[in-house]
């Protein structure tokens, strides 16, 4: 309950911090829909640590883009995102799902014109796990627990082109990574990373 009440606070404050934007400030508004091939690094101390491989996951998110000026705009987004990895235990192959709600901020280096576009995009991102599945299988779930934090960056690149009088159709490939550990002991530190295709109409 309290990691959900967490989360519920994180998001209430990044919609309160988009309340002051004027209207001419904003300069899009959209859906994303995304593919996440997602592992993690696992670093005993002692021994060696296992191998870990991709686990494919999908989510969707919001955006709103604004401040744009010469190119360069900020984008904050807010997702619902599964991730995750495949690891082995004992002779069996598992893929424990981590669900989280991300929030990136992200900022946008745009190259082109009001027609086909280009752009790079980079920024922090806090992450909040809202699901584990299976809850008792690894290590990992074992560890972790419902509403414990990820901190890290994100960088991207992709192209935006119009569909039509209004809106945008966005492509872009993205790769994340934790900068905290999602666990730290003694024994081990685990930290996620992902690519991440994404795909988005802004309005």
Same mark, same amino acid.
């Given at each position: 309950?309290?990691? $959900?009440?967490? =989360? ?8 309160? !911090?988009?309340?002051?934007? +004027? ?17 993690? *690094?696992?670093?005993? $101390?002692?021994?060696?640590?296992? %191998? ?19 190119? =360069?705009? /900020?984008?904050? @987004? ?20 981590? $669900?989280?709600?991300?929030? #990136? ?5 745009? /190259? !082109? ?13 806090? %992450?909040?796990?809202?699901?584990? @599945?299976? +809850?008792?299988?690894?290590?990992? $779930?074992?560890?972790?627990? %419902? !509403? ?16 039509? #009088?209004? #809106?945008?159709?966005?492509? %872009? ?11 730290? *002991? ?15 109409? !802004?309005?």
């Amino acid at each position: 309950m309290t990691g $959900t009440v967490r =989360i519920t606070s994180h998001i209430i404050l990044l919609l309160c !911090g988009l309340l002051p934007l +004027q209207a001419q400030s904003l300069s899009s508004v959209g859906v994303m829909a995304a593919g996440a091939a997602s592992t993690q *690094s696992w670093s005993y $101390t002692k021994g060696a640590s296992p %191998e870990t491989g991709y686990r494919i996951g999908y989510g969707a998110g919001l955006f709103v883009e604004g401040f744009r000026a010469r190119g =360069i705009s /900020f984008i904050w @987004e807010l997702w619902y995102l599964q991730r995750g990895l495949t690891t082995k235990v004992g002779a069996a192959a598992v893929e424990p799902s981590l $669900t989280y709600i991300s929030m #990136p901020i992200l900022m946008k280096v745009r /190259f !082109g014109d009001d027609g086909f576009a280009y752009y790079l995009t980079a920024g922090p991102r806090i %992450e909040y796990l809202f699901h584990i @599945e299976p +809850q008792r299988m690894t290590a990992l $779930t074992d560890a972790l627990s %419902e !509403g414990e934090s990820d901190f890290g960056v994100s960088a991207g690149a992709g192209i935006q082109f119009p569909l039509g #009088p209004v #809106p945008d159709l966005h492509l %872009e490939c993205r790769y994340t990574m934790s900068i905290l550990p999602i666990y730290n *002991s003694d024994a081990l530190t685990i930290r996620n990373s992902s690519i991440d295709l994404l795909l988005g109409i !802004g309005f």
